[in-house]
């Protein structure tokens, strides 16, 4: 069981970038994804969760509207398309799953202790 996330790097205000999140050695069918960050002196804040059994997502307030997730049940990946970054959501971002495909829609979506895998982080820096 392996998670794999990419696609961060260094990035100008108000720019896009799109994060993935990769399973091997398991299927995605039935469980969720959550998408976390830590950044410099903070606590892990969960932002983002999808659940793949029927689509529902959860985002945190500080990302609302202004990122994505989606799910590529083919690719067995998660995408998180994040756009209008700010230099505070620098962090390295993390994914991570549940067989708990109803946590998206629950209060406690973005609790890190709720996840079960987690893959390596992937490090964004919002800097001009």
């Known amino acids: 069981v392996q998670l794999q996330a990419s696609g961060g790097g260094l990035v100008q205000p108000g720019g896009s970038l799109r994060l993935s999140c990769a399973a091997s050695?398991?299927?995605?069918?039935?469980?969720?994804i959550g998408w976390f960050r830590r950044a410099p002196g903070k606590d892990r804040e969960g932002i983002s969760c999808?659940?793949?059994?029927?689509?529902?997502?959860y985002y945190g307030d500080s990302v609302k509207g202004r990122f994505t997730i989606s799910r590529d049940n083919a690719e067995n990946t998660v995408h998180l398309q994040m756009s209008a970054l700010k230099p505070e959501d620098t962090a390295v971002y993390f994914c991570?799953?549940?067989?708990?495909?109803?946590?998206?829609?629950?209060?406690?979506?973005?609790?890190?202790?709720?996840?079960?895998?987690w893959g390596q982080g992937t490090q964004v820096t919002v800097s001009s």
């Open positions: 991570a799953s549940t067989s708990d495909t109803g946590i998206c829609t629950s209060w406690y979506a973005n609790m890190r202790e709720k996840y079960d895998y």
């Open positions: 050695g398991f299927s995605l069918d039935y469980y969720a």
């Open positions: 999808i659940s793949f059994s029927d689509g529902s997502t």
